[in-house]
Protein backbone atom coordinates (compact mmCIF):
# COMPACT_ATOMS: atom_id res chain seq x y z
CA UNK A 1 0.00 0.00 0.00
CA UNK A 2 1.38 3.35 -0.85
CA UNK A 3 1.51 5.71 1.89
CA UNK A 4 1.04 9.68 1.32
CA UNK A 5 4.85 10.51 0.75
CA UNK A 6 4.68 7.57 -1.57
CA UNK A 7 2.14 10.19 -3.52
CA UNK A 8 3.20 13.15 -3.17
CA UNK A 9 2.04 15.08 -0.95
CA UNK A 10 4.02 16.96 1.64
CA UNK A 11 5.01 16.49 5.06
CA UNK A 12 3.29 19.52 6.48
CA UNK A 13 0.12 18.13 5.11
CA UNK A 14 0.98 15.03 5.65
CA UNK A 15 1.81 15.88 9.41
CA UNK A 16 -2.38 17.73 9.32
CA UNK A 17 -3.63 14.50 7.84
CA UNK A 18 -2.43 12.17 10.31
CA UNK A 19 -3.82 14.83 13.36
CA UNK A 20 -7.63 13.96 11.71
CA UNK A 21 -6.63 9.99 11.92
CA UNK A 22 -5.99 10.36 8.38
CA UNK A 23 -3.52 7.73 8.19
CA UNK A 24 -3.46 5.75 4.85
CA UNK A 25 -4.86 6.64 1.15
CA UNK A 26 -8.37 5.56 0.24
CA UNK A 27 -9.01 4.05 -3.18
CA UNK A 28 -9.89 7.85 -5.09
CA UNK A 29 -6.82 9.33 -3.22
CA UNK A 30 -4.88 6.44 -4.29
CA UNK A 31 -5.82 7.17 -8.02
CA UNK A 32 -6.34 10.50 -8.30
CA UNK A 33 -3.55 12.19 -6.06
CA UNK A 34 -1.23 11.52 -8.40
CA UNK A 35 -2.28 13.08 -11.25
CA UNK A 36 -3.89 16.21 -9.29
CA UNK A 37 -0.36 16.77 -7.63
CA UNK A 38 1.35 16.74 -10.74
CA UNK A 39 -0.85 17.44 -14.16
CA UNK A 40 -3.92 18.71 -12.26
CA UNK A 41 -5.86 18.93 -15.56
CA UNK A 42 -9.51 18.63 -16.03
CA UNK A 43 -10.33 15.17 -13.98
CA UNK A 44 -13.57 13.21 -13.27
CA UNK A 45 -13.97 11.26 -10.08
CA UNK A 46 -16.98 9.10 -10.07
CA UNK A 47 -17.27 7.79 -6.23
CA UNK A 48 -19.65 7.86 -3.60
CA UNK A 49 -19.74 10.26 -0.89
CA UNK A 50 -17.57 9.12 2.22
CA UNK A 51 -14.81 7.59 0.04
CA UNK A 52 -12.04 10.50 1.09
CA UNK A 53 -12.76 12.77 -1.68
CA UNK A 54 -12.34 16.13 0.30
CA UNK A 55 -8.48 15.12 0.72
CA UNK A 56 -8.39 13.75 -2.82
CA UNK A 57 -9.15 17.30 -4.23
CA UNK A 58 -8.16 19.09 -1.31
CA UNK A 59 -4.72 18.42 -0.69
CA UNK A 60 -3.82 18.66 -4.57
CA UNK A 61 -5.63 22.26 -4.65
CA UNK A 62 -3.42 23.19 -1.34
CA UNK A 63 0.06 22.02 -2.69
CA UNK A 64 -0.82 24.47 -5.44
CA UNK A 65 -2.15 27.37 -3.70
CA UNK A 66 0.53 30.24 -3.24
CA UNK A 67 0.29 32.11 -0.33
CA UNK A 68 1.81 34.88 -0.90
CA UNK A 69 -0.75 35.88 -3.69
CA UNK A 70 -3.71 38.18 -2.19
CA UNK A 71 -6.40 36.50 -4.39
CA UNK A 72 -8.86 33.69 -4.87
CA UNK A 73 -6.76 30.97 -6.63
CA UNK A 74 -9.75 28.03 -6.02
CA UNK A 75 -12.88 27.65 -5.97
CA UNK A 76 -14.81 24.55 -4.44
CA UNK A 77 -19.03 24.36 -5.05
CA UNK A 78 -20.61 22.02 -2.40
CA UNK A 79 -24.62 21.37 -3.04
CA UNK A 80 -25.28 22.04 0.88
CA UNK A 81 -24.21 24.93 3.01
CA UNK A 82 -23.33 21.97 5.73
CA UNK A 83 -21.19 20.44 3.39
CA UNK A 84 -19.46 23.62 2.52
CA UNK A 85 -18.68 24.42 5.66
CA UNK A 86 -17.46 20.84 6.28
CA UNK A 87 -15.11 21.02 3.20
CA UNK A 88 -13.45 24.54 4.32
CA UNK A 89 -12.86 22.97 7.97
CA UNK A 90 -11.46 20.19 6.30
CA UNK A 91 -8.77 22.10 4.51
CA UNK A 92 -8.10 24.75 7.60
CA UNK A 93 -7.33 21.55 9.57
CA UNK A 94 -5.17 20.26 6.51
CA UNK A 95 -2.74 23.28 6.91
CA UNK A 96 -2.14 23.53 10.37
CA UNK A 97 1.50 23.29 10.13
CA UNK A 98 1.79 24.50 6.44
CA UNK A 99 2.00 28.54 5.38
CA UNK A 100 -0.95 30.28 6.31
CA UNK A 101 -3.65 29.53 3.34
CA UNK A 102 -7.27 30.95 3.92
CA UNK A 103 -10.18 29.51 3.38
CA UNK A 104 -13.42 31.31 3.10
CA UNK A 105 -17.33 29.51 3.36
CA UNK A 106 -19.63 31.11 1.82
CA UNK A 107 -23.33 29.88 1.47
CA UNK A 108 -26.92 31.20 1.69
CA UNK A 109 -29.21 31.30 4.91
CA UNK A 110 -26.64 33.81 6.38
CA UNK A 111 -26.36 37.42 5.83
CA UNK A 112 -24.72 38.05 2.56
CA UNK A 113 -23.28 41.17 4.39
CA UNK A 114 -21.67 39.34 6.67
CA UNK A 115 -19.87 36.92 3.97
CA UNK A 116 -19.32 40.08 1.53
CA UNK A 117 -17.30 41.92 4.89
CA UNK A 118 -15.25 38.39 5.29
CA UNK A 119 -14.49 38.37 1.45
CA UNK A 120 -12.47 41.38 2.27
CA UNK A 121 -9.78 39.89 3.93
CA UNK A 122 -7.02 37.87 1.62
CA UNK A 123 -8.37 34.82 0.76
CA UNK A 124 -6.62 32.21 -1.46
CA UNK A 125 -9.66 29.61 -1.61
CA UNK A 126 -13.63 29.75 -1.70
CA UNK A 127 -16.03 26.64 -0.90
CA UNK A 128 -19.47 27.91 -1.98
CA UNK A 129 -23.15 27.13 -2.63
CA UNK A 130 -23.62 27.76 -6.36
CA UNK A 131 -26.85 29.95 -5.16
CA UNK A 132 -24.96 32.00 -2.86
CA UNK A 133 -21.67 32.58 -5.22
CA UNK A 134 -24.03 34.36 -7.89
CA UNK A 135 -25.24 36.58 -5.58
CA UNK A 136 -21.90 37.46 -4.41
CA UNK A 137 -20.60 38.02 -8.25
CA UNK A 138 -23.39 40.34 -8.96
CA UNK A 139 -22.78 42.32 -5.86
CA UNK A 140 -19.19 42.38 -7.54
CA UNK A 141 -17.78 40.96 -3.96
CA UNK A 142 -16.21 38.40 -5.08
CA UNK A 143 -13.17 38.09 -8.17
CA UNK A 144 -12.61 34.57 -9.62
CA UNK A 145 -11.51 35.63 -12.37
CA UNK A 146 -7.89 34.40 -12.13
CA UNK A 147 -8.57 30.94 -10.32
CA UNK A 148 -6.27 27.92 -11.61
CA UNK A 149 -8.96 25.16 -10.18
CA UNK A 150 -12.65 24.57 -10.19
CA UNK A 151 -13.84 21.59 -8.21
CA UNK A 152 -17.48 20.56 -8.65
CA UNK A 153 -18.38 18.42 -5.44
CA UNK A 154 -21.08 16.51 -5.48
CA UNK A 155 -22.21 17.49 -8.79
CA UNK A 156 -24.91 15.34 -9.42
CA UNK A 157 -26.21 16.54 -5.93
CA UNK A 158 -26.30 19.94 -7.29
CA UNK A 159 -28.01 19.13 -10.01
CA UNK A 160 -30.50 17.01 -8.87
CA UNK A 161 -31.16 20.25 -6.28
CA UNK A 162 -31.73 22.28 -9.15
CA UNK A 163 -28.51 24.52 -9.57
CA UNK A 164 -28.09 23.47 -13.14
CA UNK A 165 -28.68 26.79 -14.59
CA UNK A 166 -25.85 28.20 -11.84
CA UNK A 167 -23.43 25.69 -12.56
CA UNK A 168 -23.91 27.18 -16.09
CA UNK A 169 -23.16 30.25 -15.46
CA UNK A 170 -20.06 29.69 -12.47
CA UNK A 171 -18.28 27.51 -15.22
CA UNK A 172 -18.99 30.39 -18.19
CA UNK A 173 -17.40 33.03 -16.13
CA UNK A 174 -14.23 30.90 -14.92
CA UNK A 175 -13.50 29.86 -18.47
CA UNK A 176 -9.85 30.30 -19.50
CA UNK A 177 -6.87 29.11 -17.90
CA UNK A 178 -8.85 27.43 -15.05
CA UNK A 179 -8.95 23.56 -14.49
CA UNK A 180 -11.89 21.34 -13.48
CA UNK A 181 -12.22 19.12 -11.37
CA UNK A 182 -15.59 17.25 -11.02
CA UNK A 183 -16.38 14.47 -8.44
CA UNK A 184 -19.74 12.76 -8.53
CA UNK A 185 -21.54 9.93 -7.32
CA UNK A 186 -23.72 9.06 -10.51
CA UNK A 187 -23.22 10.79 -14.18
CA UNK A 188 -26.35 11.28 -15.74
CA UNK A 189 -27.73 12.85 -18.52
CA UNK A 190 -27.44 16.55 -17.06
CA UNK A 191 -23.68 15.96 -15.41
CA UNK A 192 -22.21 14.37 -19.07
CA UNK A 193 -24.12 17.74 -20.82
CA UNK A 194 -22.03 20.05 -18.51
CA UNK A 195 -18.51 17.44 -18.89
CA UNK A 196 -19.01 17.48 -22.81
CA UNK A 197 -19.60 21.80 -23.16
CA UNK A 198 -17.28 22.98 -20.58
CA UNK A 199 -14.44 19.92 -19.52
CA UNK A 200 -11.59 18.98 -22.24
CA UNK A 201 -11.94 15.68 -24.07
CA UNK A 202 -8.92 14.33 -22.86
CA UNK A 203 -10.03 14.58 -19.02
CA UNK A 204 -8.79 11.99 -16.68
CA UNK A 205 -11.19 9.57 -15.30
CA UNK A 206 -11.40 7.72 -12.28
CA UNK A 207 -14.11 5.07 -11.36
CA UNK A 208 -14.14 3.78 -7.92
CA UNK A 209 -16.19 0.50 -7.66
CA UNK A 210 -19.06 0.43 -5.40
CA UNK A 211 -18.03 -2.58 -4.33
CA UNK A 212 -15.00 -1.27 -2.47
CA UNK A 213 -16.48 1.87 -1.13
CA UNK A 214 -18.20 0.66 2.03
CA UNK A 215 -16.13 1.22 5.18
CA UNK A 216 -14.74 -2.15 6.80
CA UNK A 217 -15.10 -1.16 9.80
CA UNK A 218 -19.19 -1.29 9.94
CA UNK A 219 -21.53 -3.73 11.44
CA UNK A 220 -24.38 -4.18 8.99
CA UNK A 221 -27.59 -5.43 10.83
CA UNK A 222 -31.19 -5.64 10.37
CA UNK A 223 -34.68 -6.86 11.77
CA UNK A 224 -37.84 -7.86 9.97
CA UNK A 225 -40.80 -5.57 11.17
CA UNK A 226 -44.11 -4.32 9.95
CA UNK A 227 -44.98 -0.69 10.42
CA UNK A 228 -46.81 -1.04 13.23
CA UNK A 229 -43.78 -2.68 15.09
CA UNK A 230 -41.37 -0.70 13.89
CA UNK A 231 -41.56 1.97 16.83
CA UNK A 232 -41.09 -0.57 19.47
CA UNK A 233 -37.88 -2.36 17.14
CA UNK A 234 -36.24 0.95 16.95
CA UNK A 235 -36.42 1.41 20.99
CA UNK A 236 -35.69 -2.75 21.32
CA UNK A 237 -32.25 -1.05 19.45
CA UNK A 238 -32.12 1.75 21.67
CA UNK A 239 -31.71 -0.18 24.64
CA UNK A 240 -28.60 -2.26 23.41
CA UNK A 241 -26.71 1.86 23.20
CA UNK A 242 -27.97 3.48 26.41
CA UNK A 243 -25.33 6.15 26.34
CA UNK A 244 -24.26 6.44 22.82
CA UNK A 245 -25.32 8.90 20.19
CA UNK A 246 -26.35 8.05 16.86
CA UNK A 247 -28.14 9.17 13.23
CA UNK A 248 -31.92 7.58 12.13
CA UNK A 249 -33.04 8.08 8.56
CA UNK A 250 -35.85 8.12 7.23
CA UNK A 251 -37.37 8.74 3.33
CA UNK A 252 -39.40 11.66 3.99
CA UNK A 253 -39.22 14.83 5.90
CA UNK A 254 -43.11 13.92 7.43
CA UNK A 255 -41.73 10.52 8.29
CA UNK A 256 -38.62 12.74 10.23
CA UNK A 257 -41.00 15.00 11.82
CA UNK A 258 -43.44 11.82 13.31
CA UNK A 259 -41.01 9.91 14.19
CA UNK A 260 -38.88 12.59 16.06
CA UNK A 261 -42.08 13.40 17.95
CA UNK A 262 -42.11 9.80 19.01
CA UNK A 263 -39.46 9.15 20.69
CA UNK A 264 -40.24 12.30 21.92
CA UNK A 265 -42.60 10.80 24.00
CA UNK A 266 -40.99 7.54 24.96
CA UNK A 267 -37.95 10.24 26.90
CA UNK A 268 -35.29 10.13 24.60
CA UNK A 269 -33.57 13.45 23.38
CA UNK A 270 -33.90 14.18 19.79
CA UNK A 271 -33.95 16.92 17.65
CA UNK A 272 -34.96 16.45 13.75
CA UNK A 273 -32.92 17.53 10.79
CA UNK A 274 -35.26 18.26 7.41
CA UNK A 275 -34.48 20.37 3.93
CA UNK A 276 -37.23 22.86 4.97
CA UNK A 277 -35.84 24.16 8.15
CA UNK A 278 -33.80 27.59 7.84
CA UNK A 279 -30.66 27.97 8.78
CA UNK A 280 -31.28 29.19 12.28
CA UNK A 281 -33.03 26.11 12.95
CA UNK A 282 -30.56 23.94 11.54
CA UNK A 283 -27.34 25.13 13.33
CA UNK A 284 -29.37 24.99 16.55
CA UNK A 285 -30.13 21.54 16.04
CA UNK A 286 -26.52 20.37 15.40
CA UNK A 287 -25.07 23.02 17.96
CA UNK A 288 -27.02 20.69 20.51
CA UNK A 289 -26.28 17.22 18.93
CA UNK A 290 -22.78 18.12 18.52
CA UNK A 291 -22.29 19.55 22.28
CA UNK A 292 -24.49 16.05 23.62
CA UNK A 293 -27.52 17.69 24.37
CA UNK A 294 -29.37 15.66 21.94
CA UNK A 295 -28.59 11.49 22.02
CA UNK A 296 -30.17 11.07 19.04
CA UNK A 297 -30.53 12.62 15.53
CA UNK A 298 -33.88 12.01 13.13
CA UNK A 299 -32.97 13.09 9.39
CA UNK A 300 -33.49 13.14 5.40
CA UNK A 301 -30.78 12.47 3.35
CA UNK A 302 -30.58 15.25 1.72
CA UNK A 303 -30.61 17.09 4.94
CA UNK A 304 -27.88 15.17 6.12
CA UNK A 305 -25.48 16.22 3.90
CA UNK A 306 -22.22 17.29 5.10
CA UNK A 307 -22.92 15.57 8.74
CA UNK A 308 -19.51 14.94 10.47
CA UNK A 309 -19.38 13.84 13.99
CA UNK A 310 -16.57 11.14 14.63
CA UNK A 311 -18.30 9.50 18.15
CA UNK A 312 -21.64 8.12 16.25
CA UNK A 313 -21.78 4.37 17.41
CA UNK A 314 -24.48 3.37 14.73
CA UNK A 315 -26.78 4.94 11.99
CA UNK A 316 -30.68 3.29 12.21
CA UNK A 317 -32.14 3.06 8.76
CA UNK A 318 -36.20 3.75 9.68
CA UNK A 319 -37.05 2.69 5.77
CA UNK A 320 -33.83 1.66 3.75
CA UNK A 321 -33.15 4.25 0.81
CA UNK A 322 -34.16 3.36 -2.62
CA UNK A 323 -30.12 3.62 -4.13
CA UNK A 324 -27.67 1.66 -2.93
CA UNK A 325 -24.84 5.18 -2.91
CA UNK A 326 -27.71 6.40 -0.41
CA UNK A 327 -27.03 3.63 1.65
CA UNK A 328 -23.08 4.37 1.30
CA UNK A 329 -23.65 7.81 2.26
CA UNK A 330 -25.53 7.04 5.36
CA UNK A 331 -23.70 3.93 6.68
CA UNK A 332 -20.36 5.77 6.40
CA UNK A 333 -21.41 8.60 9.17
CA UNK A 334 -20.56 6.28 11.82
CA UNK A 335 -17.45 3.99 12.04
CA UNK A 336 -15.81 7.73 11.59
CA UNK A 337 -11.78 8.29 12.81
CA UNK A 338 -10.80 4.65 13.20
CA UNK A 339 -13.51 3.71 15.10
CA UNK A 340 -15.95 1.02 14.76
CA UNK A 341 -20.05 1.81 14.17
CA UNK A 342 -23.29 -0.57 13.48
CA UNK A 343 -25.53 0.16 10.55
CA UNK A 344 -28.92 -1.29 11.60
CA UNK A 345 -32.43 -1.16 8.82
CA UNK A 346 -35.69 -1.93 9.67
CA UNK A 347 -37.61 -3.82 6.70
CA UNK A 348 -40.75 -5.32 6.35
CA UNK A 349 -39.93 -9.32 5.65
CA UNK A 350 -41.39 -8.94 1.82
CA UNK A 351 -38.15 -6.67 1.37
CA UNK A 352 -35.70 -8.70 2.46
CA UNK A 353 -34.46 -8.84 -1.51
CA UNK A 354 -33.25 -5.09 -0.70
CA UNK A 355 -30.73 -6.61 1.91
CA UNK A 356 -29.62 -9.15 -1.10
CA UNK A 357 -29.69 -6.48 -3.66
CA UNK A 358 -27.21 -3.99 -1.23
CA UNK A 359 -25.16 -7.23 -0.44
CA UNK A 360 -24.64 -7.75 -3.83
CA UNK A 361 -23.95 -4.19 -5.32
CA UNK A 362 -21.92 -3.21 -2.37
CA UNK A 363 -20.07 -6.37 -1.15
CA UNK A 364 -20.92 -6.58 2.62
CA UNK A 365 -23.20 -9.11 4.52
CA UNK A 366 -26.18 -8.29 6.54
CA UNK A 367 -26.83 -9.99 9.93
CA UNK A 368 -30.08 -10.51 11.09
CA UNK A 369 -31.21 -9.55 14.88
CA UNK A 370 -29.74 -7.97 17.73
CA UNK A 371 -28.05 -10.62 19.14
CA UNK A 372 -24.08 -10.77 18.88
CA UNK A 373 -23.40 -11.74 15.07
CA UNK A 374 -21.43 -15.59 15.36
CA UNK A 375 -18.43 -14.07 12.70
CA UNK A 376 -15.98 -12.57 15.16
CA UNK A 377 -15.07 -8.86 15.36
CA UNK A 378 -12.40 -7.18 16.98
CA UNK A 379 -13.75 -4.05 19.43
CA UNK A 380 -17.38 -4.44 18.53
CA UNK A 381 -19.86 -3.19 20.87
CA UNK A 382 -21.28 -6.34 20.57
CA UNK A 383 -18.58 -7.85 21.64
Known amino acids: MKTFKDLGVSADIIKGLEEQKILK?????????????????????????????????????????????????????????????????????????TEKIFTEAVYGGEKIEKQIQSLQRPTHIIVATPGRLIDLLKEKAVDISRINTLVLDEADEMLSMGFKDQLKKILEFTTGTRKTWLFSATLPQGIRELIKSYMSKEAFKVHIDPKNQVNQDIKHLYCFCTAKEKNDKVEDFLKEYPEEQGLIFCKTKLGAVALNSELEKR???????????????????????????????????????????????????????????????????TARAGKKGVSFAFIHPQDKKMIKELERSLNIQFFEGYTKPSSPWANSPWQ
Open 25 to 97: PTEIQLKALPFLLKQGDDFIGQAQTGTGKTAAFGVPILQKIDPKKKEVQALVLAPTRELAQQIAKQLFRFTKY
Open 267 to 333: GYSAGVLHGDMNQLEREKVMRAFKKERLRLLVATDVAARGIDIPALSFVLHYQLPDQSEYYTHRSGR
